[in-house]
């Protein structure tokens, strides 16, 4: 009969599965903050080139530009208005319909 270490048997498996899960989630966390103070420290930039933006928002991954026609009154901008001024990055994606029908479009990193 062979002797079988107790971390080997049927079963404890799961335990290091778990633990492993939980690593990979952190790690995931700690990547999501490091890349949305990147992520967000580029959008701040946008504004003192493209009079289009008015404000930046969001948190983390989760980012909005305010598209306005007038910084001052903060007029939302028009639809049209938004495609002349080219102020909206060619690889940025948009996740939500209502967001691509408002003046706030979302942006999140590219793929």
Not at 15 to 24: E, F, I, K, N, T
Not at 32 to 50: I, N, T
Not at 86 to 102: D, F, I, L, V
Request: net charge positive; proline share 6%.
């Amino acid at each position: 009969m062979k002797h079988r270490h107790v971390w080997r048997q049927p079963g404890n498996e799961r335990g290091g599965q778990s633990h492993h899960r939980a690593d990979r989630r952190r790690e995931l966390l700690e990547n999501a903050d490091v890349v949305g103070k990147y992520f967000r420290g580029k959008l701040e930039e946008l504004p003192s080139r493209y009079s289009l933006i008015g404000d930046v928002r969001g948190m983390g991954l989760m980012q909005g530009l305010e598209l306005v026609k007038d910084r001052k009154t903060k007029e939302p901008a028009s639809r049209s208005h938004h495609a002349s001024d080219g102020a909206r990055p060619a690889r940025t994606a948009c996740s939500s319909a209502r967001a691509a029908s408002t003046a706030t479009p979302c942006a999140s990193p590219p793929c």
